[in-house]
């Protein structure tokens, strides 16, 4: 799942969505997507206990997690052990017997590049090692370097102040702040109540409490402009190094771990040459570095030897999403194609097990549990493991565009996050017509409780009789509200049905979500087993209906100006 | 609070306490301390006032927290860190007005030793930094060394098959572990029921579910058995490096953090020649030590490159305690003290800011209060901040020997710890009969919810009325059961008064206590205020009693013998 500083991805995402204009593409017939569809699903019983029986007792989800996430580690866009997963993730879907696995390029992403080894310490006025890493893509230090700190807080910083006084220090850039206790439990499930909440659909005025969406992007505009100009002046004086603190997450699962997603880059496009940061920072945990800060905020002048060893390992990288297929069998159907996907790649801090290891391997684990069966399916499957995701949902938005739909973008600020921007008509291609849906799973390593419909209403009875069957295994929930912050996003933005599972929370949001807490130890192996059943179910289910999956109606720009011009001037006595 | 490995050593110290024979001393007349108490005690409440709005409002325990914590860092006892933090705490409350501040020799300890810098990185199959530092006494290695892992699980190593693989490796000494979700908050306060649970005193074979210490300490020897017996196996192959993992603190408070206290040493004594480990040694955060063991589990080769840089600062280090007062103005009483102290020494993990640098700011701010109030006390009070508590109490226990008392015991097994081992008769001193009582607080941060009387049956009433007024802070309860694991027990030991306060939980057993996580970040400050209040209070309390506190009966073992002798044979028809 990514991350916007500042904004919570899922509810700028979710919302972002919605007012896409999009253009029907001119079709000859009523296609099944856009046609009626049956109330009552015919659904195979036999094949939900074959499934089960498969994924919840010769499951191999644990050695997938284990291969993946300890046995690669962590997977940074563009880095050597990225193009590893790929690697690995091709060979294994075709030992168990996928075909076509390939690598797709997505396109162009920026530099490769790998941590080698960072640490830092006190070295007065009390010799202290200091948990660190390394900001991704930042450069190496000229080895150990050892400097005196000068630490800066944005919210009272005097850049003319700062001018000079730098070079060849380190700097602390980032206020010190509390660390909360941990009052409530970090780990959780979703109660019965919280589920059931999560099926009403509000009508007054959208979900109560959801934020301001322009106005939290217009702060977060305005921030990074600042957080630009302050770092203009400490970049000008060439520090030694520049060190973050760890950011937040509530509730005191931000104490004692370091994340190092967006909020660790100095910079928008970090891993572009325009983007790149000439300077080697690292991001460090909050306990650390308060205790720096506080030292100088007492006068104490304090020196750190640091060491950021990394390397770039290429440049104008390009990125690949890993892609196999099981053919379907009904010569009908078999060009038709049912997705499922999660992405491979992740930040650095720990090795990427929950975000998203978990997705990744409980989508090979539901393929290889329908591929194990044996059975035919009629449409054919297909999985799709993404990169680029954490830094904009490249991967799949690169596979959507080359496979699915492309919009004409008119020119726009670039200071506004694609998503935010105006759209222009979408140009959508053969292939638009029968991808039949994909679906996602990337909230960490709970077990899945039930689906967003992403305010498909026609899917949300189909689904509701798919998860019957599944209540004992604590499937229960469809919501028709929109998720965002994944993959599945780049699905529903062109007009094809797209889903993210309801997790389980667990501790992916308080505590492993981007941090060094996210390794193989956070995985729950009944949970992510129960994941790759439901999933697998879903995608047999799909492949086997009479009719593709419903799809929302298709918004064309002008049947709305037409919309509002019917009711102008219907008012008595209204001037125009 | 120090711990002993595999036994909380609040139940350890508790109970092994009791059972002590301690020979009186002949004194002419009756002592007050064994003479009738006053069922009403004559407290000042203008006094109260006093103390609270000095307290309460000027208070300096964060000044002192931040200055000791931050501004001096780790205390190991025997090292230069602890040497400063001696001077230090001798300076300021030389400057806060106390008189007589000096520094008292409590014995030789053994070597001086400080961290300098610890780094570890996995070199293949993935660069990965790695937190860990160095085993408190740990030996350099001789820079940074890379070498192959062995992974040791000691319930299933085969020495036999060991013996010759290790030369040169880097061993992972140590099971690897699960890490428990945090399913419930790892801070807490104690409600009202579990205060009110304190208070009852079980008569009937003794607290339920308490453990056998006589079984826990019988398991921990053979344990420790094992334990040397394969660590000599591993040492005979000189490896480069050894490291173990971080200790388990349950309830998923173990997790992400890197606990260096007992269990982080290779040997008993590690501070000593006789007991130093000639191999370099680290602990490392569980979730990098479970990744390189399961890698090799699933035969996967590992290198790391680690780099312990560590210090001796000496040998036959005698340790010191932190001794001042606020001499008593009273003729017939000032000879007599009160005393009141907390332990300076940490582990090094964090900068001993909950343990036990919460008890002795505490205690620094509580003398600040009353020396601030400029009021004449009858008795003198003595702050004493001792050394070497970690390692078994030594600074108190020293002190109350020079000082106080001595046992003479009977030669004893060395594997059995002190406090278990018989007592010969105590050999008592002139100022035994002077010590008034003896005040500590070492349970981290929490505010004051009481006080143990560690079975002092006479004290309870006293307390009792003592803390009436201070209901509103939240001080409630006198439970009259043993608490242990810290320096009150080395007055108690003698026969003397000596108390521990009850104190918030808080997440010092979870999470702070001997850990990286145990910084000035988790110092509550309206805790410590109120804790330095009530400590006050009790100081002065002390101080202006017409009578010295009671103080529990001094057992004979001859009387014991006699009791004995009168019941035999008082069954009819008993066969001798």
Redesign the interface.
């Known amino acids: 799942m990514f991350f916007v500083r500042g904004v919570a991805a899922s509810f700028v995402l979710a919302s972002a969505v919605v007012p896409l204009a999009i253009a029907q593409k001119h079709v000859d017939k009523v296609p099944s997507y856009y046609g009626a569809q049956p109330a009552t699903e015919d659904i195979d019983l036999t094949m939900y206990s074959r499934i089960r029986e498969e994924g919840l007792k010769h499951s191999h989800v644990m050695e997938f997690g284990?291969?993946l996430s300890?046995?690669?580690?962590?997977r940074l866009t563009g880095s050597p052990?990225m193009a590893k997963a790929n690697a690995w993730t091709r060979d294994t879907l075709t030992k168990i017997g996928l075909e076509n696995a390939h690598l797709e390029d997505w396109g162009e992403f920026g530099m490769g590049w790998?941590?080698?080894?960072?640490?830092a310490?006190m070295v007065g006025?009390?010799?202290?090692?200091l948990?660190c890493?390394a900001a991704p893509w930042s450069p190496s230090t000229k080895g150990p370097v050892t400097g005196e700190l000068v630490y800066i807080d944005p919210a009272t910083a005097d850049a003319a102040k700062l001018k000079g006084t730098m070079t060849g220090k380190i700097v602390l850039l980032g206020a010190m702040r509390?660390?909360p206790?941990?009052?409530?439990?970090?780990?959780?499930r979703y109660t019965d109540a919280e589920l059931k909440e999560m099926e009403s659909y509000p009508t007054a005025g959208g979900r109560p409490g959801a934020p301001n969406i322009q106005q939290l992007m217009a702060d977060r505009v305005r921030m990074q402009a600042q957080r630009a100009a302050l770092l203009k002046v400490v970049l000008a004086d060439n520090p030694a190094a520049i060190i973050q603190p760890s950011r937040d997450s509530g509730g005191?699962g931000g104490?004692?771990?370091i994340f190092d997603d967006n909020g660790a880059n100095l910079s928008r496009n970090a891993q572009s040459r325009e983007g790149a940061v000439n300077v080697p920072s690292a991001v460090m945990m909050?306990?650390h570095y308060?205790?720096l800060a506080?030292?100088i905020t007492?006068h104490?002048p304090v020196s750190v030897?640091i060491n950021i060893e990394t390397k770039f390992t290429g440049d104008h990288e390009h990125g690949f999403d890993t892609v196999a297929e099981i053919p379907g069998t009904d010569p009908k159907l078999k060009n038709e194609v049912v997705m499922v996907g999660g992405h491979l790649d992740s930040w650095i801090s720990?090795?990427g097990a929950t975000d998203n290891g978990a997705g990744s391997i409980v989508a090979m684990e539901a393929v290889r549990i329908l591929k194990a069966l044996n059975v035919p399916m009629r449409r054919t499957i297909r999985i799709a493991l993404w990169s680029g995701e954490e830094e904009g949902l490249f991967g799949s938005g690169g596979y959507v565009k080359q496979h699915f739909g492309t919009f004409n973008d008119p020119p726009s600020d670039p200071n506004v996050p694609a998503f935010l921007r105006a759209h222009g008509p979408l140009t959508t291609t053969k292939e638009w017509e029968t991808l039949d849906a994909y679906y996602n799973l990337d909230n960490g390593t709970g077990k899945v409780r039930g689906v967003y419909t992403q305010e498909n209403w026609a899917i949300g009875p189909i689904f509701k009789q798919w998860i019957a069957p599944l209540a004992d295994l604590g499937v229960s929930t469809i919501s028709y509200r929109n998720t965002g912050g994944t993959d599945h996003l780049s699905y529903d933005a062109v007009g094809l049905p797209g889903f993210q599972f309801i997790q389980d929370p667990?501790?992916y949001e308080t505590?492993t979500h981007h941090s060094?807490?996210d390794?193989?130890?956070?995985l729950h192996q009944a949970d992510l087993e129960q994941a790759a059943v439901v999933e697998a179910i879903f995608l047999y289910n799909t492949s086997q209906r009479e009719a593709m999956m419903p799809r929302k109606p298709f918004p064309h720009p002008e049947t709305d100006k037409a919309r509002s011009a019917a009711i102008e001037g219907i008012y008595p006595g209204a001037v125009k």
Chains 1, 2 share one sequence.
């Open positions: 284990g291969a300890d046995g690669i580690g962590p052990n790998q941590q080698i080894n960072t640490w310490r006025p009390d010799p202290e090692p948990w890493q509390p660390t206790d941990i009052t409530e439990p970090l780990f959780k005191g104490t004692g771990v909050i306990e308060n205790r506080r030292l007492n104490v030897e720990g090795t667990m501790d505590r060094d807490m390794t193989y130890d956070r």
